[in-house]
């Protein structure tokens, strides 16, 4: 019998961006995070991953712990391959805080919400992302 290739649901390997490519962040905000140390949105991520490092960042950085719970979001739709930094700002406008939870989102649905997004704020529905990509910004978001 040949060897068939396996259908083994396979882990994706999420992206790391430079965090000045990072959309949403001020020149002044990255160059601060960049002299902490924190260049790519993996160290972002690690960095930030409980309340208690999100409130230290914010104090480091002296401000509001909702911008270091932003930026987190964003980091961590951007490890999706076919999100990337191009739509990790969109997902968010959209009402998806997280891999996690784009994870268990129903794809008809979602483009649905993304074009109401885009129509409400750019009176632009040419722009929405088409349903085949949404539908794999979900599944790559079920393999990370």
Not at 106 to 133: E, F, N, W, Y
Request: proline fraction near 6%.
């Amino acid at each position: 019998m040949p060897n068939l290739p396996s259908r083994q649901f396979t882990a994706l390997q999420g992206k790391n961006w430079q965090i000045t490519d990072l959309p949403g962040l001020k020149v002044e905000e990255c160059e601060k995070l960049i002299a902490l140390g924190l260049n790519t949105t993996k160290a972002l991520l690690h960095n930030s991953n409980s309340m208690a490092q999100q409130t230290h960042l914010a104090q480091q950085l002296q401000l509001h712990v909702h911008h270091i719970q932003k930026w987190r979001a964003l980091a961590d739709m951007a490890r999706i391959p076919t999100v990337g930094n191009t739509y990790c700002g969109l997902l968010l406008h959209a009402g998806v805080p997280s891999v996690k939870h784009l994870a268990t989102l129903a794809p008809g649905r979602l483009h649905r919400q993304i074009l109401k997004l885009q129509v409400s704020t750019m009176r632009r529905p040419d722009l929405c992302p088409d349903a085949a990509l949404v539908t794999q910004w979900i599944q790559q978001a079920q393999r990370l």
